[in-house]
Nanobody
Framework: QVQLVESGGGLVEAGGSLRLSCALS????????MGWFRQAPGKEREFVSAINWSGDRTFYADSVKGRFTISRDDAKATVYLQMNALKPEDTAVYYC?????????????????WGQGTQVTVFL
């Protein structure tokens, strides 16, 4: 069974940093694009960042550009999200997902395997 497990969330003061990790087990990793999404209370799930299968293309939501960095380590079957200069509006449950073939990187509907999510809370 293919599973994604996120870790690294927590409580952080505004301006601080966190690094999220997402490890895949039970399936192949290196041939798939990967993404991060987030969902705040009362809001829809939104795209945060994605990285293509070879790691040479990355994508970011405008709200996190310049602050977040996505990367991957295929040997560890893990994708990371380094989050710097965190703001209270970054507070959400963060989900990683494996993208299926074709379609846009930005739409949650294009991703077929999802993790359980990890909570990130940023306070002033």
């Amino acid at each position: 069974q293919v599973q994604l497990v996120e870790s690294g969330g927590g409580l952080v003061e505004a301006g601080g940093s966190l690094r999220l990790s997402c490890a895949l087990s039970g399936g192949t990793f290196g041939e798939y694009d990967m993404g991060w999404f987030r969902q705040a209370p009362g809001k829809e799930r939104e795209f945060v960042s994605a990285i293509n299968w070879s790691g040479d293309r990355t994508f970011y939501a405008d709200s996190v550009k310049g602050r977040f960095t996505i990367s991957r380590d295929d040997a560890k079957a893990t994708v990371y999200l380094q989050m710097n200069a965190l703001k209270p509006e970054d507070t959400a449950v963060y989900y990683c997902a494996r993208r299926g073939y074709g379609g846009t990187f930005y739409s949650a509907g294009e991703y077929d395997i999802w993790g359980q999510g990890t909570q990130v809370t940023v306070f002033l």
